[in-house]
């Protein structure tokens, strides 16, 4: 269901008919109500919410997520100082090339990827929960971000509701450079991107499986990458068909490359 800020615009308003439309999901009109009455009134278990600058997810038990771009700040200012990013290592990008993001998230790997391949390269990023992917794309279009060239490469990824699991057996053979992965894992890491709970409370938290890795290794024109705890134990199928994993000495990630077919 979708609604708006308590006080909303006409722009507001229509927007989040707009969005309603787009979900195939209700619109119920504010009305001054509060947001955990109209939860109550109308029996949702999940509003999508139009506000004055961002959009919000939040459910029947009060949890909130707002898009914020996470460490793609710090990590896209030390790719532009020319630092080491393990992303962009593994996947060995460069200006023009093409990638999928199968599970967008927070959009940092996307937004460095963007970053990297330029004007002439091309990012999609799959985020399976649609209200989700509503509100990922909505940020990554207007967070205001005061570095115009992390602006410009976040505003550059293509943010669709999709799941992967759907997506990649319709992609063509080759038809992205790189692939990559970063699902959520049973034990996320202290201080990293997935221990943020708003996000892994609203988002798919199935796990990595094979066939998609399989397919993703056939519409990816060089490599596939998987980003995953250092000391998480790949499936046997992944672990014997990767090429190499990226990471750094004292980092708790790593990322692992399976060569494309």
């Known amino acids: 269901m979708v609604t708006t800020g308590l006080a909303p615009t006409e722009q507001q308003e229509e927007k989040a008919g707009r969005l309603a439309v787009e979900l195939n999901a209700p619109y119920a009109p504010r009305a001054r109500r509060s947001l955990n009455r109209l939860i109550a009134e109308v029996g949702a278990e999940r509003l999508l919410v139009v506000e004055t600058h ?41 200006p023009g090339d093409s990638v999928l993001d199968c ?22 990023a799959l985020e399976s929960v649609p209200e989700l992917a509503l509100v990922t794309r909505e940020g990554m279009q207007c967070f205001p971000l005061i570095q115009k060239p992390l602006r410009a490469a976040m505003q550059r990824v293509a943010v669709c509701a999709a ?32 221990n943020i709970n708003p996000l892994a409370h609203f988002g798919d938290l199935a796990p990595l499986d094979i066939p998609p890795v399989i397919e993703a290794r056939r519409v990816a024109r060089r490599r596939v990458v998987i980003k995953h705890p250092r000391n998480y134990e790949l499936s046997e199928e992944i672990a014997g068909a990767r090429s190499g994993v990226v990471s750094a000495r004292r980092g708790g990630i790593a990322y692992t490359i399976l060569p494309a077919f």
């Open 54 to 94: 961002q959009l919000c997810l939040r459910d029947n038990t009060g949890s909130e997520y707002r898009f914020h771009p996470n460490m793609f700040l710090v990590r896209g200012l030390n790719v532009l100082r020319g630092a080491r990013d393990l992303f962009i290592e593994a996947a060995e990008l460069g």
């Open 103 to 124: 599970t967008v998230g927070f959009g940092c790997e996307a937004s460095l990827g963007a970053l990297v391949v330029g004007e002439t390269g091309n990012v999609v």
């Open 163 to 194: 799941d992967y699991k759907d997506y990649l057996p319709r992609a063509a053979n080759g038809s992205f450079d790189i692939v990559s992965f970063d699902p959520f894992f049973p034990d996320p890491l202290r201080g990293s991107e997935h």
